[in-house]
């Protein structure tokens, strides 16, 4: 098994309701374990067109499947919620992100690992941080990284 940090995000609909539920319905997975999940934040929109702000979140489970194969199931359950992928960064009932695959380094046309954009995003490393405060990323401590994010925008 395999540690998987899921990055949680909604804005549209009941959005708490709509992360806790989708973070039930993985851990129901036979190949996912639940080992924790952050605290839900709120934060505005990056980038995409004018839209509600979000709540954000990240969840840590073990894996039993490859990461295209847990990639798959995060999709089928955005899709299960609704998410609809009419428009690049449009808002959405349900988006789950691939964060991290344990160490593996990955660049495929269809999944990049750790998260191309994480490290930029306040409202994925902050709730790293809540799960695994000592958490090494690529370019250093998750500690180090928030602080420079928080310190150079």
């Not at 319905?25 to 952050?38: H, I, N, Q, W």
């Not at 605290?39 to 954000?56: C, E, H, I, K, T």
């Not at 073990?62 to 428009?87: A, C, D, N």
């Not at 790293?128 to 994010?149: A, I």
């Amino acid at each position: 098994m395999v540690d998987v940090f899921v990055g949680l995000g909604s804005n549209l609909g009941d959005k708490p309701q709509t992360l806790r539920a989708a973070v039930r319905t993985l851990a129901k997975d036979p190949g996912l374990r639940l080992k924790g999940m952050s605290a839900l934040r709120p934060s505005a929109p990056v980038d995409g067109p004018p839209q509600p702000d979000y709540l954000n979140g990240v969840a840590r489970f073990e894996s039993i499947y490859s990461p295209r194969e847990t990639l798959g199931r995060l999709q089928r359950v955005e899709h299960r919620f609704g998410r609809r992928r009419l428009k690049l960064n449009g808002p959405r009932t349900l988006d789950l992100d691939l964060l991290l695959y344990g160490n593996l380094t990955l660049n495929m046309p269809d999944l990049v690992l750790p998260h191309p954009r994480m490290e930029a995003r306040q409202f994925v490393l902050e709730p790293l941080r809540d799960l695994v405060p000592s958490l090494q990323l690529v370019t250093g401590s998750l500690q180090g990284c928030l602080e420079r994010l928080l310190t150079h925008g």
